[in-house]
Nanobody, 125 residues
Framework: QVQLVESGGGLVQAGGSLRLSCAAS????????MGWFRQFPGKERDFVAG????????SYADDTKGRFTISRDNAKNTLYLQMNSLKPEDTAIYYC??????????????????WGQGTQVTVSS
Protein backbone atom coordinates (compact mmCIF):
# COMPACT_ATOMS: atom_id res chain seq x y z
CA GLN A 1 0.00 0.00 0.00
CA VAL A 2 1.34 3.39 -0.97
CA GLN A 3 2.16 5.64 1.96
CA LEU A 4 3.09 9.30 1.91
CA VAL A 5 4.23 10.79 5.20
CA GLU A 6 4.66 14.53 5.62
CA SER A 7 6.85 16.16 8.22
CA GLY A 8 8.36 19.55 8.98
CA GLY A 9 5.27 21.55 9.83
CA GLY A 10 5.08 23.73 12.89
CA LEU A 11 4.74 27.24 14.24
CA VAL A 12 6.81 30.04 12.74
CA GLN A 13 6.71 33.82 12.84
CA ALA A 14 5.76 35.85 9.82
CA GLY A 15 8.74 36.26 7.52
CA GLY A 16 10.23 32.98 8.65
CA SER A 17 10.87 29.74 6.78
CA LEU A 18 9.94 26.09 7.00
CA ARG A 19 10.83 23.06 4.91
CA LEU A 20 8.26 20.34 4.54
CA SER A 21 9.21 16.80 3.58
CA CYS A 22 7.12 13.98 2.19
CA ALA A 23 8.55 10.47 2.36
CA ALA A 24 7.11 7.88 -0.01
CA SER A 25 7.00 4.17 0.72
CA UNK A 26 7.35 3.09 -2.88
CA UNK A 27 10.49 2.71 -4.94
CA UNK A 28 8.38 3.71 -7.94
CA UNK A 29 8.37 7.25 -6.52
CA UNK A 30 10.48 8.43 -9.46
CA UNK A 31 7.68 7.51 -11.86
CA UNK A 32 5.12 9.79 -10.13
CA UNK A 33 4.50 13.44 -10.63
CA MET A 34 3.99 15.03 -7.21
CA GLY A 35 2.21 17.99 -5.75
CA TRP A 36 1.72 19.97 -2.58
CA PHE A 37 -1.73 21.19 -1.62
CA ARG A 38 -3.01 23.09 1.38
CA GLN A 39 -6.36 23.29 3.08
CA PHE A 40 -7.78 26.20 5.01
CA PRO A 41 -10.54 25.55 7.56
CA GLY A 42 -13.84 24.92 5.84
CA LYS A 43 -12.31 25.09 2.37
CA GLU A 44 -11.30 22.66 -0.36
CA ARG A 45 -7.66 21.73 -0.85
CA ASP A 46 -5.82 24.21 -3.02
CA PHE A 47 -2.86 23.57 -5.26
CA VAL A 48 0.42 24.98 -3.93
CA ALA A 49 3.14 23.54 -6.18
CA GLY A 50 3.85 20.60 -8.44
CA UNK A 51 6.84 18.80 -9.87
CA UNK A 52 7.35 16.37 -12.71
CA UNK A 53 8.72 12.85 -12.35
CA UNK A 54 12.30 13.85 -12.98
CA UNK A 55 12.05 17.17 -11.20
CA UNK A 56 12.78 19.05 -14.39
CA UNK A 57 9.45 20.86 -14.51
CA UNK A 58 7.78 22.70 -11.66
CA SER A 59 4.65 24.78 -11.31
CA TYR A 60 3.29 27.05 -8.61
CA ALA A 61 0.12 28.74 -7.53
CA ASP A 62 0.22 32.49 -8.01
CA ASP A 63 0.28 33.22 -4.29
CA THR A 64 3.26 30.94 -3.62
CA LYS A 65 5.39 31.70 -6.64
CA GLY A 66 8.67 33.29 -5.68
CA ARG A 67 8.34 32.31 -2.02
CA PHE A 68 7.98 28.52 -2.14
CA THR A 69 10.22 26.01 -3.90
CA ILE A 70 9.26 22.42 -4.63
CA SER A 71 11.97 19.82 -5.16
CA ARG A 72 12.47 16.10 -4.98
CA ASP A 73 15.20 13.58 -4.30
CA ASN A 74 14.28 10.41 -6.15
CA ALA A 75 17.16 8.49 -4.59
CA LYS A 76 15.58 9.12 -1.19
CA ASN A 77 11.94 8.80 -2.32
CA THR A 78 11.33 12.22 -0.81
CA LEU A 79 9.51 15.36 -1.88
CA TYR A 80 10.24 18.77 -0.37
CA LEU A 81 8.60 22.17 -0.09
CA GLN A 82 10.84 25.03 0.99
CA MET A 83 8.66 27.87 2.23
CA ASN A 84 10.22 31.31 2.70
CA SER A 85 8.78 34.71 3.61
CA LEU A 86 5.84 33.02 5.27
CA LYS A 87 2.69 35.03 5.91
CA PRO A 88 -0.14 34.45 8.39
CA GLU A 89 -2.39 33.65 5.42
CA ASP A 90 -0.17 30.65 4.66
CA THR A 91 -1.52 29.01 7.82
CA ALA A 92 -3.12 25.73 6.72
CA ILE A 93 -2.74 21.98 6.68
CA TYR A 94 -0.29 21.01 3.96
CA TYR A 95 -0.62 17.74 2.04
CA CYS A 96 1.62 16.00 -0.43
CA UNK A 97 0.04 13.99 -3.21
CA UNK A 98 1.12 11.60 -5.92
CA UNK A 99 -0.12 11.25 -9.48
CA UNK A 100 1.29 8.04 -10.99
CA UNK A 101 -0.57 8.70 -14.25
CA UNK A 102 0.77 12.20 -14.78
CA UNK A 103 3.80 12.94 -16.93
CA UNK A 104 3.93 16.41 -15.39
CA UNK A 105 2.24 17.82 -12.33
CA UNK A 106 -1.31 19.09 -12.43
CA UNK A 107 -3.12 21.61 -10.27
CA UNK A 108 -6.31 19.51 -10.24
CA UNK A 109 -6.57 17.66 -6.96
CA UNK A 110 -8.78 14.99 -8.54
CA UNK A 111 -5.85 13.84 -10.66
CA UNK A 112 -3.92 12.72 -7.59
CA UNK A 113 -4.40 9.14 -6.42
CA UNK A 114 -2.43 9.12 -3.19
CA TRP A 115 -2.33 11.61 -0.32
CA GLY A 116 -0.41 12.05 2.87
CA GLN A 117 -2.05 12.66 6.22
CA GLY A 118 -1.15 16.35 6.25
CA THR A 119 1.05 18.54 8.40
CA GLN A 120 -0.04 21.75 10.12
CA VAL A 121 1.74 24.98 9.31
CA THR A 122 0.93 27.95 11.52
CA VAL A 123 2.37 31.40 10.83
CA SER A 124 2.00 33.96 13.59
CA SER A 125 1.88 37.69 12.95
Amino acid sequence: QVQLVESGGGLVQAGGSLRLSCAASERTFDSWSMGWFRQFPGKERDFVAGISRSGGATSYADDTKGRFTISRDNAKNTLYLQMNSLKPEDTAIYYCAACPRCLVSTARRYDYDYWGQGTQVTVSS
